[in-house]
């Protein structure tokens, strides 16, 4: 079993609608979780941070984390056609400097 | 500024052969880190590196080895490329250890035939 699981997608979603995007964990010591973006053929960029529970919402995007269930997720409002990209989660404890990374979804956004 | 540039984008090797990646940034940071990136395992760590001077093995480093002679510089070098190291390699910096501000570079494409 994987430390950090994310479906792969393709999650394919009309404009405007309301994108949820998820991962779950297995190592209850995580404290940080991190979304990032990845653009085809391009490298990631930190698009939301958490530390520990509870919700950070920025513009359109919202992070919710729920240590109880072991699980986070992404919701992005109003998607737009240039949303569309793999979204990565990743997290980490405290003791270390290594991310742990879920395997990406990729979301397609169509006009 | 340029960020965290990576050089070179594409590469195609044989079997065998040796290669040297590089990776330079521009703002400052302590943290480095070697990434590989293959279809439906998300990003995984080969090295990193906490300080000019310093190297240390993350989650895949069988068959890379590392240098940070200088802080801006990050080399990840390949001693005898095998086909199982096909794939896409990122470079990233952060300024804190924490982990979480850490800025990408484009990305090197790797093939090894």
């Known amino acids: 079993q994987k430390e950090v699981e994310q479906d792969p997608g393709p999650l394919s979603v009309p404009e405007g609608a309301i994108v949820s995007l998820n991962c779950t964990y297995s190592n209850s010591a995580f404290q940080y979780f991190m979304w990032y973006r990845q653009y085809s053929r391009k490298g990631p960029e930190l698009l939301m941070y958490?530390?520990s529970s509870g919700n950070k919402e920025d513009g359109r995007f919202t992070a919710q984390v729920d240590k109880s269930s072991k699980y986070i997720s992404l919701f992005i409002r109003d998607s737009q056609p240039s949303d569309s990209a793999t979204y990565l989660c990743a997290m980490s404890d405290a003791s270390n400097y290594q991310l742990i990374w879920g395997a990406g979804t990729k979301l397609i956004i169509k006009p | 500024n340029a960020g965290v540039t990576q050089t070179p984008k594409f590469r195609v090797l044989k079997t065998g052969q040796s290669m040297t990646l590089l990776c330079a940034q521009d703002?400052?940071?302590?943290?480095m880190y070697w990434y590989r990136q293959d279809p439906g395992m998300g990003l995984r760590l080969i090295h990193y590196?906490?300080?000019?001077?310093?190297?240390a093995k993350g989650e895949v480093p069988d068959g890379y080895n590392v240098s940070r002679l200088k802080k801006q510089n990050f080399l990840l070098g390949l001693e005898s490329a095998a086909p199982s190291q096909t794939s896409v390699y990122f470079c990233?910096?952060?300024?804190?250890?924490?982990?979480?501000?850490?800025?990408f570079g484009p990305g090197t494409r790797l093939t090894v035939t």
């Open positions: 990233a910096s952060s300024y804190t250890g924490k982990g979480y501000e850490q800025y």
């Open positions: 590196s906490v300080g000019e001077g310093t190297t």
């Open positions: 958490t530390y």
């Open positions: 703002m400052n940071h302590e943290y």
